[in-house]
């Protein structure tokens, strides 16, 4: 694999870095840095949605007549790196990176001209309705159901765990609309209006403190049969189809080799007591990289059948299960290499957010949060014990 780019390629590299110098804000770079979550505040994110969208840029891995910038793997990234360099916000990727690939892929032309052009400018932020009580890691049982009414579907259930669904206008669902003898049968698709009566959203506060999920109640929730995204009872298929883009279209290293950046120069530094010293957080510390590495090869040659017009397939759970297991190795080493100051930094967020000045050394904040939020990566998208069970019956035949 050639890494070396052409001059082409270092033309586009300053380009890109052109437009992040001008459109990213210290307001922007600012929040994104301290948000511990994989997910920006609403506002910060899709301030830069639309940045992107009027460069052409909103949705690099969408197909050009969608509206994607037609780039080469080497392209792609690029722009990844040196967003993940400069600190740039996430995405609403529940719109472009999950629901979006699924409506180009098994959508009507009709929703195909709603949702894609809305999805582009940020106009609509949208949630994911997967998971239920009881039915998280064995998605397939399922009990939230839509029964046919004339031109509607009448829903009723639950969802919980879901991601920003306080501040989504919109969500895609899987909603059983009928049974079969397994499971996965009479499963559908639907995209729903979350202003929709008989929608109740209320807050679950996770381990760090932060609402970032919630569970969805459906009480007699009408929602038109024309929101069902391709056929009846072919919602597990599309439902797959959308998790291999979740766990495999993307950059992950970039952000990871930034994130392991900034751990290093901290433990370099005398607000730690150069714990790089230890023989212990060194030897972490270049492991990690290793892993960074190897996972970034993976990356690339993801890349290179993706813009062939493949989707990731099962490659997308190994890309899922190294993201999540170093994810946790940085955080965890982070923590580590603040030492017994974590919990005192910690309890000092309250009173940074109140005071809005820099009680601790800013570069710390979220050494502990970012910690206490990770341990969820094994778990959401599918557990790390489902991954290897995808790699040992798709790859390896087992």
């Not at 993940?84 to 529940?94: D, E, F, K, L, W």
């Not at 979350?194 to 996770?206: A, D, V, W, Y």
Request: charged share 25%; with cysteine; hydrophobic share 40%.
């Amino acid at each position: 694999m050639d890494l070396s780019f052409n001059a082409e390629e270092r033309a586009f590299q300053d380009e890109v870095r052109g437009f992040i110098a001008r459109n990213l804000t210290e307001e922007m770079k600012r929040a994104t840095a301290l948000t511990p979550s994989v997910f920006s505040d609403p506002d910060i994110g899709t301030a830069w949605q639309r940045a992107l969208h009027r460069q052409g840029w909103a949705a690099p891995g969408w197909p050009v007549e969608y509206g994607g910038p037609a780039w080469t793997p080497a392209q792609r990234w690029i722009f990844e790196t040196e967003c993940a360099r400069a600190g740039v916000p996430n995405v609403n990727v529940m719109g472009v990176k999950m629901v979006g690939p699924v409506i180009i892929g098994f959508g009507s032309p009709e929703q195909k001209n709603f949702y894609l052009p809305r999805i582009l400018s940020g106009e609509d932020y949208w949630c994911q309705g997967y998971s239920e009580p009881g039915s998280g890691s064995d998605l397939s049982s399922l009990k939230t159901r839509a029964v046919r009414d004339g031109d509607d579907y009448i829903i009723n259930g639950t969802k919980i765990w879901t991601t920003h669904a306080h501040h989504a206008n919109r969500m895609f669902a899987l909603v059983r609309t009928g049974d079969g003898p397994r499971q996965q049968d009479g499963i559908s698709f639907i995209l729903i209006d979350m202003k929709t009566p008989g929608i109740t959203t209320r807050p679950i506060l996770t381990i760090g403190g932060d609402h970032e999920v919630n569970q969805v109640f459906f009480d007699d929730v009408r929602v038109p049969v024309a929101n069902r995204v391709g056929e009846e009872g072919k919602g597990w298929t599309y439902g797959k189809y959308l998790l291999e883009f979740e766990r495999g279209s993307g950059i992950a290293s970039a952000k990871l080799r930034e994130g392991l950046r900034a751990i290093t120069d901290l433990a370099e530094s005398d607000l730690t007591g150069r714990a790089i010293d230890s023989p212990d957080i060194a030897t972490r510390i270049s492991e990690v990289e290793v892993d960074i590495d190897a996972l970034e090869m993976t990356e690339l040659r993801v890349l290179s059948a993706l813009q062939t017009g493949q989707n990731p397939g099962a490659v997308s759970s190994i890309l899922k299960l190294r993201n999540s297991e170093i994810r946790q190795a940085v955080t965890r080493l982070g923590v580590d290499v603040i030492g017994h100051d974590a919990l005192a930094v910690e309890s000092m967020r309250p009173l940074y957010r109140l005071n809005h000045e820099p009680a601790i050394p800013e570069e710390m904040l979220t050494m502990v949060p970012e910690y206490l939020n990770g341990r969820a990566y094994t778990i959401f998208g599918g557990t790390s014990e489902i991954q290897r069970d995808i790699i040992a019956k798709m790859m390896l035949g087992i």
